[in-house]
């Protein structure tokens, strides 16, 4: 039996916690807060470790069946972009989830991640942004906004949902 089989919706939900940065619940206000960034931080390559999850919206109670990332990988770096991928569990038997990152200042926008996978007989889609913020080249605060779609009987209330995990990221020496 394979883990995705084992574990449905936990699994198809272990992505949201991938990072975070917003503590506002108002949709229509999806930008990184940017207290801490600083003028030209540009981040240390490497995997960053992923600490202090919060769920600051959870349109759906997904986030009860969610775990959070192991940590995240900066490649790529340069003064304005950087590639991040985001490791999960080995034990969720999901693959990490990439993405490309524009870098102004401390502050980062990330390219919309992707990611398709079945559980049982349902189909999950899953689209995560990310924004965040550099305090230096070796931590930050990140925030995921991930929207669900889902077709099947598994899929409960999580077709629409949307989740916002925001994390402190450390660059692990």
């Known amino acids: ?38 003028a030209d931080v540009t981040p240390m390559e490497g995997t960053w470790a992923v600490t202090n999850n919060t769920w ?10 969610l775990a959070a990332p192991e940590a995240v990988a900066l490649s790529d770096v ?19 989830l990439g993405t490309t990152c ?32 550099l305090s230096s080249e070796m931590s930050g605060r990140m925030s995921a906004e991930l929207l669900l779609a889902c077709t099947g009987p598994e899929c409960m209330n999580f077709d629409g949902c949307m989740l916002v995990n925001s994390a402190d990221i450390t660059h692990e020496m």
């Open 78 to 96: 340069t003064d304005t972009s950087f590639a991040l991928s985001i490791v999960f569990p080995v034990s969720f038997g999901l693959p990490d």
């Open 102 to 133: 524009t870098l102004d200042g401390g502050a980062f926008v990330c390219v919309e991640a992707s990611q398709s996978f079945t559980i049982y007989s349902s189909q999950v889609d899953l689209g995560a942004t990310v924004t965040g913020s």
């Open 56 to 65: 600051d919206r959870d349109d759906c109670g997904a986030s009860l069946l």
């Open 1 to 38: 039996m394979s883990n995705i089989s084992r574990y449905p919706m936990a699994l198809a939900l272990a992505l949201t916690p991938l990072l975070g940065c917003s503590s506002k619940d108002d949709a229509s206000d999806d930008t990184a807060d940017t207290t801490f960034a600083t």
